[in-house]
C-alpha cells in the first residue's frame, strides 16, 4: 500500500478481518455517540466488535483505526446493487457527530474538509467511481439515517466526491404509500438501479417509503418523509444518467 500523505493520528483496533474483496466504494456514517472520544474508545473495544476504518473528529482530526487492505465492521446487514457483504467491498469512515439521539447538528468545516481531503486520499489508491460514494442509510435505510439530512453531500460533490444533480423543477402529483401502478414500478425500478434494494412490484409499500426517505435524505434534503414528489422523481432520473 502506498502511505497517506494525510497525517493521520493510529488508533488500532482489534475489530477486522479479511476481506473476499476489493474496495470500490465509501461508507459515510456519523458516530451517533455523545462525544468523539467515547466513539473512538468504542470503536476499539474488542467486546463492541465494531469499527471503521477511519474516524474523522469535528476539529478535522482524523484517526486511523484499520488498514483499508483489512475488512472493518461499520456497514452490519447491507445492501447495493446486488452486494450484501459491503463490509469487505468498502471502506467506512466514522464522523464524529452527537446524532439524532444526542442533539444532531451541522458538521464543522473543518471537519468537512477532512473528510474531502480523506476521500480525495482514500481515492488515489482504490477505484472508486462517485456513485459509490454513499451513506450509511442508503445501504441500511431499515436500520439507520446516518449521516443524515445535515451532511453537506452537495459539497462533496462539488469537490469532486459523490454525485449531486440539481434538475429543473417538475411538477407531478406525488406518489405515496398505498398508492398501485406504473408510476410506483418506474420508481422502484429507478432505486433499484441507482442501488437501493427496492425490487419493483407496483406497489407503494412501507419499504418503499424507507427507501425514499433515505434516498431523500443524501439527494434532496429539503424533505425526506418517504413521499415521491415530481422534485424528489426527477433528482432519481438526473441521478441515473449522471452515474451512467
Known sequence: MTPSPLKLADAPSPNFDARKAIPDC??????????????????????????????????????????EERRAWHAGAAFWKGVKDINSASIGIEIVNPGHEFGYRAFPDAQVA??????????????????????????????????????????????????????PPSPGAPLGEGEEGTGVFALQAGLTRLGYNCPPSGKYDAWTTTIVAAFQRHWLQTRFDGVADGETRARLVALLRAAG
Open 26 to 67: 465509501v461508507i459515510l456514517h456519523y458516530t451517533g455517540m455523545e462525544t468523539g472520544p467515547a466513539a473512538l474508545e468504542r470503536l476499539c473495544d474488542p467486546e463492541a466488535k465494531v469499527s471503521a476504518h477511519y474516524l474523522v473528529e469535528e476539529d478535522g482530526r482524523v484517526f486511523r483505526l484499520v488498514p
Open 114 to 167: 477532512a473528510v474531502i481531503n480523506l476521500l480525495a486520499d482514500i481515492r488515489s489508491r482504490w477505484t472508486i467511481d462517485d456513485d459509490r460514494v454513499l451513506g450509511h442509510s442508503d445501504i441500511a435505510p431499515g436500520r439507520k439515517i446516518d449521516p443524515g439530512e445535515l451532511f453537506p453531500w452537495k459539497r462533496l460533490a462539488e469537490a469532486g466526491h459523490g454525485l449531486w444533480v440539481e434538475p
